[in-house]
């Protein structure tokens, strides 16, 4: 617990490169200097052990004695090595020049990369985003109105039938008994054929017709309103108002529910003219369900299912 804690280098590898080459540089300056001290020794040397000691006094090339050539060859490897030092190798060599602008532009291209992916995984986000929003338009604008629960209570047959000639096609009491149970107190949302179904308003509750007629006359306390989106805003203060029919309005305000009460009659209809729409299983969740059997009451069979938005 309290061993020697290794030393770790906040030095990058970068960095220790730079130094690296830094002490090289110094060294091969040293080396240069070095070679001047000797190269200039050396010269004396060879004057003196031409000229005191008498070495090869004799030997000249075209006149010169021997070691003025031998002096300038020196000095020609002289240069050659300052040049090498001062000039060749000029900031560091030619090749770690390279090697910094290769890695240079490696690194670049990493971060581009990098970037390309970031940007790619982003639009790959908003293209999913875009594309749920396009498959599931009643999550995005009903997200403002998610204080309430908006039902829809519908009864259809097995084939989906919910009217005939702007009526009912069977009579269930339990049915209507559930339906006044569960409605009652709320706002009830309906198509104009729907409330003209009714010989008169349905008591206690609030009724709102949609119709595109401008100047529709109804009985008092009835609200009026010329679309889907206005009878869901006359209804904002009710925290479950009811989506009641018929196939029209259920139709329009499906993808805005949040909640569906069924009562499936287990028959078929022919001659039915309105229909509920197809309820989605990868849209809807089934939590509920209670079964009637048919009786004097009762014609059909009929269960009384209840479906929440996944
Ligand atoms: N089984 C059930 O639970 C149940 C429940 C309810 C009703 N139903 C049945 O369903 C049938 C009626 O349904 P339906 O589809 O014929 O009619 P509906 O949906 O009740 O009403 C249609 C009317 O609503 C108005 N409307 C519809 N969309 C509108 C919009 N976007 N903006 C403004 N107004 C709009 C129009 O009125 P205007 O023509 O005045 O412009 C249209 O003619 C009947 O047979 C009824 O018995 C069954």
């Known amino acids: 617990m309290f061993g020697k804690k290794k030393q770790v280098s906040t030095i990058d590898k970068d960095q220790l490169e730079l130094i690296e080459n830094a002490q090289k540089r110094i060294r091969q300056k040293k080396r240069l200097y070095i070679h001047f001290v000797i190269f200039l020794i050396g010269a004396v040397f060879l004057i003196l052990a031409n000229t005191v000691l008498g070495i090869g006094k004799d030997f000249t090339i075209a006149g010169i004695n021997?070691?003025?050539?031998?002096?300038?060859?020196?000095?020609?490897?002289?240069l050659y090595h300052f040049v090498n030092v001062f000039i060749t190798n000029k900031f560091m060599g030619k090749d770690w020049e390279?090697?910094?602008?290769?890695?240079?532009?490696n690194q670049q291209q990493q971060r581009i990369d990098k970037l390309k992916e970031g940007f790619l995984k982003e639009e790959r986000k908003i293209a999913q985003s875009q594309a749920y929003n396009e498959t599931h338009p009643a999550k995005e604008s009903t997200e403002k109105k998610k204080t309430r629960e908006l039902t829809i209570i519908v009864a259809a047959g097995e084939d989906n039938a919910i009217g005939k000639d702007n009526d009912l096609i069977w009579h269930l009491s339990n049915d209507l008994k559930r339906f006044k149970k569960l409605t009652s107190g709320h706002h009830i949302i309906m198509g104009r054929k729907t409330f003209e179904s009714f010989p008169?308003?349905?008591?206690?509750?609030?009724?709102?017709?949609?119709?595109?007629?401008?100047?529709?006359?109804?009985?008092?306390?009835?609200?009026?309103?010329?679309?889907l989106d206005d009878a869901l805003d006359a209804a904002r203060k009710d925290t479950q108002p009811f989506i009641i029919g018929g196939g029209e309005i259920y139709k329009q305000s499906l993808p805005f529910a949040d909640k569906l009460e069924i009562t499936r009659v287990h028959g078929t209809f022919e001659g039915a003219d309105t229909f509920f729409p197809e309820i989605d299983l990868d849209v809807w969740k089934e939590v509920n369900r209670t079964t009637h059997d048919a009786d004097a009451d009762h014609k059909y069979a009929f269960s009384f299912i209840t479906y929440e938005r996944r």
């Not at 349905?202 to 119709?211: G, M």
């Open 200 to 227: 008169k308003p349905l008591p206690n509750r609030t009724h709102i017709v949609i119709t595109r007629q401008k100047d529709y006359k109804a009985p008092d306390g009835v609200i009026i309103v010329n679309n």
């Open 66 to 78: 021997w070691f003025v050539y031998a002096i300038f060859a020196w000095l020609f490897i002289f």
């Open 98 to 105: 390279k090697q910094q602008l290769d890695k240079l532009v």
